[in-house]
């Protein structure tokens, strides 16, 4: 049972899991977890199940799946009958109007739907996986040298369900610079999973750049791959100029995790995130909602 904090009732509600009988099952009992290292977290297996959710067969998983997770189809710019596949659907995108921005160039925004952790005044050589687990961002990244650069910063996890809108976006305008591209498993990103697989970002498919944001400096832009996350898709071009709110990219079919680093003294992120982050509860978000301010 996963309990995420309601920031607009205040209140805290259970997470209603995509495939939660199959996560426990394959990250706790023993023949899960063989199966687990042996194929599930395994690129091929990933592979597979997302070439069939490209196929027009894997079109009848859609009603029922809107319908079990009471997905709002009224703000999609498409209908359910204009999908060709389980993975058109999964990476529809929606109404302008639908994930309202603060263009006040001083507001940090979400750069997608999802589930938030921040983390203030980092250790860089002991990032906060879940309590009693950490990892370092010079071991997430390869690249010591920028990792440095963000010790005593903020970093932001952002954990998307299979439920979310799945496309992420700029958090202010800038210059995105070169994407990295490192290979990995496919573990799962849920917590069931974050809790049992020690340096988990670390071992899974990543993608990350450095993001010459206008007002909040450098940015580290981090995307996680996940089980059946068999593709991560950057919508942006290197070295051309985005404003704030822009396409950065998509995931296609599964959960998925951005991860965002920020250097000390840059932002101020909002006190009930905070607050909800030390008491190890994620806080729902949704793309373009404020959650910070320029320090």
Request: glycine fraction near 8%; proline fraction near 2%.
């Amino acid at each position: 049972m996963i309990r995420i904090y309601n920031r607009k009732t205040n209140n805290y509600e259970i997470e209603n899991v995509a495939g939660e009988n199959y996560i426990n099952w394959s990250y706790s009992s023993p023949i899960g977890k063989g199966l687990l290292e042996l194929l599930i977290k395994k690129k091929f297996f990933s592979k597979i199940y997302g070439s069939y959710c490209d196929t027009s067969l894997s079109k009848k998983k859609i009603g029922p799946f809107i319908k079990n997770f009471n997905i709002d189809m009224d703000i999609s710019n498409e209908n359910i009958d204009d999908f060709n596949s389980f993975n058109d659907f999964f990476i529809r995108t929606l109404h302008k109007n639908a994930r309202p921005i603060d263009m006040n160039k001083n507001i940090l925004s979400s750069p997608g739907d999802g589930r938030l952790f921040a983390f203030t005044n980092i250790s860089t050589d002991s990032l906060v996986q879940v309590k009693g687990i950490t990892y370092s961002l010079s071991e997430l990244i390869g690249d010591n040298k920028i990792a440095k650069e963000y010790e005593g910063g903020v970093c932001l996890v952002l954990r998307l369900c299979p439920t979310d809108y799945h496309r992420f976006h700029f958090v202010d305008s800038g210059v995105p610079l070169e994407n990295h591209f490192i290979k990995g498993n496919y573990y799962s990103v849920n917590p069931i999973a974050l809790e049992r697989v020690a340096k988990l970002y670390c071992q899974n498919k990543r993608e990350w750049c450095l993001f010459k944001s206008d007002n909040f400096s450098d940015i580290i832009h981090i995307e996680v791959g996940a089980t059946c996350v068999g593709t991560i898709k950057q919508s942006y071009t290197t070295n051309e100029r985005v404003n704030k709110g822009d396409e950065k990219g998509y995931f296609k079919f599964g959960g998925s995790t951005t991860i965002l680093f920020f250097k000390k003294n840059t932002i101020e992120i909002d006190e009930d995130i905070l607050d909800q982050s030390g008491l190890g509860f994620e806080t729902q978000v949704f793309m373009g909602e404020t959650i910070g301010k320029q320090f």
